[in-house]
């Protein structure tokens, strides 16, 4: 059965520093989002993308974070100088064309910011 | 505007007994509807989804909900609960097919 995976499954990083999270999403699908969850709170919800450009975005999504599908297989979300508070759990998640499609998560990236 | 509420941060069943966990929505659409399960360390699976065909909706593992559109709501049952139920739960809603939003949670106990 095809599934989203994400690398790398917990990530510890210096504040300030950059960091990538990786996808790899259902091969088929064309809606890519990435959420995050912080330790013992709700999944919030960062980013979507469609048609290699960024559909929606939250107010968490500030100018620190970007996405990119650089190869037709990847997604990648980025931080670009990471604080204590992005240490949280990251999803990525993929849908497939339709409008009730639901979506397939990841296992998740653990970052942890120190 | 659209939000879930699940009324319940947490709910404790015994082994072997009716499992009710509650979701209450808001949409200005014709919202799609899911149940996701969050196993310890795990990603979220889909349980189970509405997207406006039967109103009583059967998933995996046993777990039903039932589309109420008049007291907005989308509550997940199953008739008896099992050890390895217990996990969190999400009820999460989607009005145009591609945002979509969670609630904060159910964490299901069962006691054996």
């Known amino acids: 059965e095809p599934e989203v995976t994400q690398t790398p499954s917990h990530q510890v990083t210096q504040m300030g520093q950059e960091v990538i999270l990786r996808c790899v999403p259902i091969?088929?699908?064309?809606?890519f989002y990435w959420y995050r969850q912080i330790l013992g709170q709700k999944v919030e919800f960062l980013v979507s993308?469609?048609?290699?450009?960024?559909?929606?975005k939250s107010e968490i999504f500030d100018d620190q974070f970007s996405v990119e599908r650089p190869d037709g297989s990847n997604f990648t979300l980025k931080i670009r100088s990471t604080k204590l508070e992005d240490s949280a759990m990251y999803f990525c998640?993929?849908?497939?064309?339709?409008?009730?499609?639901?979506?397939?998560f990841g296992p998740g990236t653990r970052l942890t910011v120190l | 505007a659209q939000s879930v509420t699940q009324l319940d941060s947490h709910v404790s069943v015994s082994e072997g007994t009716p499992v009710l966990l509650r979701c209450n929505y808001s949409?200005?659409?014709?919202?799609?509807l899911f149940w996701y399960v969050q196993h310890p360390n795990k990603g979220l699976q889909l349980l189970l989804k509405?997207?406006?065909?039967?109103?009583l909706v059967k998933g995996i593992n046993g777990f039903e909900a039932e589309f109420k559109k008049s007291e907005t709501s989308f509550h997940l049952t199953k008739p008896s609960a099992h050890m390895s139920d217990a996990a969190e739960y999400f009820c999460?809603?989607?009005?145009?097919?591609?945002?979509?939003?969670f609630g904060t949670g159910t964490s299901l106990t069962v006691i054996p």
């Open positions: 998640a993929s849908k497939g064309g339709g409008l009730y499609n639901e979506q397939f």
């Open positions: 999460v809603v989607s009005d145009r097919g591609n945002q979509f939003y």
């Open positions: 509405y997207t406006s065909a039967a109103t």
């Open positions: 091969s088929n699908h064309l809606y």
């Open positions: 993308f469609y048609n290699n450009e960024i559909s929606e």
């Open positions: 949409s200005s659409y014709s919202p799609s």
